[in-house]
């Protein structure tokens, strides 16, 4: 999000924008890393039960999160125009879970949607906390095609680090002090 | 019924809960993460070295979903023989435990942990393939669960015999 931490609230949603997924794109993608004959093979794929060539869902997914990336940039790049300063996103430390509902064929144009579920202070990163959301996308039909509960770091705007915290956030920054705190 | 494409393929029956497939390894090159990141995931933490050396990871980093993609590609080839897979259903507790850093060699392991049919679906069964992707130096640094349908190839017969796994 483009929001701070602080600012986020449950069911706030953002849409990423449509995606027309083309047979040769779909090939590409599948040739290099799912490479099964229903995802590769306009011809073959007639004898699947999907009678026909369907998208990697995890070419779904990636296409989401590229929309997401792309959205949230356009959104930062507004706010900077207007001379606010907007939240910092961090990675993702997983996703919860992931469903492919309907075949994603060629010419399908999928939409997709993000909506924030919860969040939470992250116990393990001081100043960060923890989003969740779900990620929703539907074709040209209205059909829902794809679902994933990602979670993804975002940063505290007014984060004040307890002493000990301050110390700890300064030591990682000597290799030294690093390593002796590992231990 | 029975699909000419697959016949030689891998079905429900020739697989066993606690089979496991060694991945074998991969490099992911710096080149690797900026092309797939240039795709898929253009945050500067994967693309530009600054950006990355300032960010929470400290340098660059293979987009989490190029660690799932190379996961995905890496069973596909290493199984022994093609899987008769009718279409993934879902993916469960992916986590990105470490980053996967540029020139990282991942490999890792997939392990059969569930084998069930259901009745009202006798052409196929379920397989959940879990999915531990480490690093060079042995840690986790990617897993998760998919689950994904796959041709029974006797689907009269077995519905009996798998019982305890019917659901």
Redesign the interface.
């Known amino acids: 999000m483009t929001m701070w931490f602080e600012d986020i609230n449950d069911g706030d949603s953002m849409e990423l924008g449509q995606y027309c997924f083309t047979q040769e794109e779909i090939i590409k993608y599948n040739k290099e890393y799912d490479n099964q004959y229903f995802h590769t093979d306009p011809e073959l794929a007639k004898y699947s039960h999907f009678g026909g060539i369907i998208a990697s869902g995890w070419h779904t997914a990636c296409v989401g999160h590229r929309l997401m990336v792309d959205e949230i940039k356009n959104r930062e790049e507004a706010m900077v125009a207007e001379g606010m300063i907007p939240g910092v996103s961090g990675p993702s430390p997983g996703i919860k879970k992931m469903t492919f509902m309907q075949a994603v064929r060629p010419e399908d144009c999928i939409s997709y949607k993000l909506i924030v579920t919860s969040k939470r202070a992250s116990a393990s990163l001081p100043g960060w906390g923890l989003l969740f959301s779900t990620i929703i996308a539907t074709n040209q039909k209205g059909k829902q095609v794809f679902q994933s509960d990602v979670a993804s770091f975002s940063k505290m705007r007014d984060f004040k680090p307890t002493i000990k915290q301050r110390f700890a956030m300064w030591a990682v920054k000597i290799p030294l002090l690093k390593k002796l705190m590992k231990k | 019924m029975s699909?000419?494409?697959?016949k030689d393929f891998l079905h429900f029956e020739d697989l066993h809960v606690g089979q496991q497939v060694d991945l074998g390894k991969t490099k992911v090159t710096k080149s690797m993460i900026k092309t797939f990141a240039l795709?898929?995931?253009?945050?500067p933490?994967h693309i530009d070295e600054k950006a990355a050396k300032a960010?929470?990871?400290g340098g660059i980093?293979a987009?989490?979903?190029q660690t799932?993609?190379?996961a995905?590609?890496m069973a596909?080839?290493n199984f022994p023989g093609?899987l008769a897979?009718?279409?993934?259903?879902?993916?469960?507790?992916?986590?990105?435990k470490r980053?996967v850093m540029a020139n990282d060699i991942i490999g890792g392991t997939v392990t059969i942990t569930l084998l069930k049919r259901a009745r009202s679906k006798p052409q196929w069964g379920i397989v959940n393939l879990d999915f531990d992707i480490k690093n060079q130096k042995n840690q986790t640094v990617m897993i998760?669960t998919l689950n994904n349908l796959i041709d029974v190839r006797n689907p009269e017969i077995g519905l009996e015999r798998h019982h305890d796994h019917v659901v």
């Open positions: 699909n000419p494409i697959t795709e898929f995931d253009p945050l933490f960010s929470l990871l980093a987009s989490g979903y799932g993609a190379i995905i590609k596909l080839k093609t897979s009718a279409g993934g259903m879902s993916i469960t507790d992916l986590k990105w980053p998760m």
